[in-house]
Structure formats: structure tokens, C-alpha cells
T-cell receptor, first 116, second 113 residues
């Protein structure tokens, strides 16, 4: 089965450092989503792309977070500078379909981020 | 304001019995609902969905019921198995929001042998 691949799986770094998380969506999928899951909360949508164009990043702290899709096979989520409150599991998901299509999302296994 | 709510953080049932997980939503624009299952250290995986034109969808041991007037849906698992122990997320989307889903906080199901 095709899978969404996320790297790294784990990241521990010190406050103030730049963090880059990568995601390879499933080939042929045209939507990519970034979510954050903290201990006490569900899946919080940070940003999503359709056909590599950002559609909504309203859930993302703009001052330190940025999301890009340099090409159809790579999505990145960067945090600079990182803070302890950014510690969470970050999931990438991809899907396919037309603009008004309701299709399930396929998730990667996440990047567990710890900011010391 | 949380638009999708799963009010029970956890549920414990005996193997072979029915598990019922509940979800409420507030946005009347939602017209498609999904359930995902998540095991520890893995990403969520799609389980079953239902469109607002239906009130029931069944797939093997899993059935989702939708009550639009009450803005409520539920996932029934019969019979429950120990391998069903996981976190279950309810998600909702609207046909005008480009496939974006809003997730609940999840319910942890434990099925005891």
C-alpha cells in the first residue's frame, strides 16, 4: 500500500533552533495537510495545500511557522525559532479529489518534536 | 468554539460486546463525516465515512449512524475485539471547503479480553 512518508520520526532540539519537518505525499494525491497533536488536544489543522498552492494556513502561527511545497513530492513545515510550546506530534496527510470532493485523508506516522 | 466534539475521552468494553462512540457537531454546513482509528506511534487511518444524504453506513463490524437533526453521529463496533483498542477520531467536512476536515479530540477505546 502507498503511504505518506514523514521525516524525521523524532526530533529533539533546543529552544531557538530551526526545525524542518518533511513529508512525501502519496503519488497522485493533490492535497496535503499539516496537523499538530498535543497531549490534551485532537488534531489541529495548521495548513493545507491543493495542487501545491497554499489554501489555508490560518491555523499556523505566522511569526515562526512556515509551510511550503517545493514540488509535488515534498512538503515542508519549518519552525524558526522553535519554542518549548511547539513540542507535539506533527502529522502530514495527503488526499485526492476535486475542489468540492470529500475524500479520506491518508496520514503519515508523524514527527514527534521535543523542544527543550 | 469547537465544531466537532467527542465528549467521552475514553470507553472500556468487554470483548464481544458492542462499542458505541459518539460525536456531536455544530456547523450545519458539514455534509460529510469520517471516522479514523489511531494506534500509538502511528498516524490515523481512515475507517468509515457517511454522507449527509444517508443516515447509516455499514462496513463489516463497523456501522456509522447519522442524525442530522440532532447534529450527532455514532460509530458502532460489533462485536468488539481487543485489536480495536485505539483512539477513534470523528471528523467532519463540508463540500465547500476543499476537502478540509475538522477533527474531534478523540475517544480512547479499550476492549478487554
Amino acid at each position: 500500500d502507498a503511504r505518506v512518508t514523514q521525516t524525521p520520526r523524532h526530533k529533539v532540539t533546543e529552544m531557538g533552533q530551526e526545525v524542518t519537518m518533511r513529508c512525501q505525499p502519496i503519488l497522485g494525491h493533490n492535497t496535503v495537510f499539516w496537523y499538530r497533536q498535543t497531549m490534551m488536544q485532537g488534531l489541529e489543522l495548521l495548513a493545507y495545500f491543493r495542487n501545491r498552492a497554499p489554501l489555508d494556513d490560518s491555523g499556523m502561527p505566522k511569526d515562526r511557522f512556515s509551510a511550503e511545497m517545493p514540488d509535488a513530492t515534498l512538503a515542508t513545515l519549518k519552525i524558526q525559532p522553535s519554542e518549548p510550546r511547539d513540542s507535539a506530534v506533527y502529522f502530514c496527510a495527503s488526499g485526492k479529489g476535486a475542489l468540492n470532493s470529500n475524500q479520506p485523508q491518508h496520514f503519515g506516522d508523524g514527527t514527534r518534536l521535543s523542544i527543550l | 468554539d469547537q465544531q466537532v466534539k467527542q465528549n467521552s475521552p475514553s470507553l472500556s468494553v468487554q470483548e464481544g460486546r458492542i462499542s458505541i462512540l459518539n460525536c456531536d457537531y455544530t456547523n450545519s454546513m458539514f455534509d460529510y463525516f469520517l471516522w479514523y482509528k489511531k494506534y500509538p506511534a502511528e498516524g490515523p487511518t481512515f475507517l468509515i465515512s457517511i454522507s449527509s444524504i444517508k443516515d447509516k453506513n455499514e462496513d463489516g463490524r463497523f456501522t456509522v449512524f447519522l442524525n442530522k437533526s440532532a447534529k450527532h453521529l455514532s460509530l458502532h463496533i460489533v462485536p468488539s475485539q481487543p485489536g480495536d483498542s485505539a483512539v477513534y477520531f470523528c471528523a467532519a467536512s463540508g463540500s465547500t471547503n476543499a476537502g478540509k476536515s475538522t477533527f474531534g479530540d478523540g475517544t480512547t477505546l479499550t476492549v478487554k479480553p
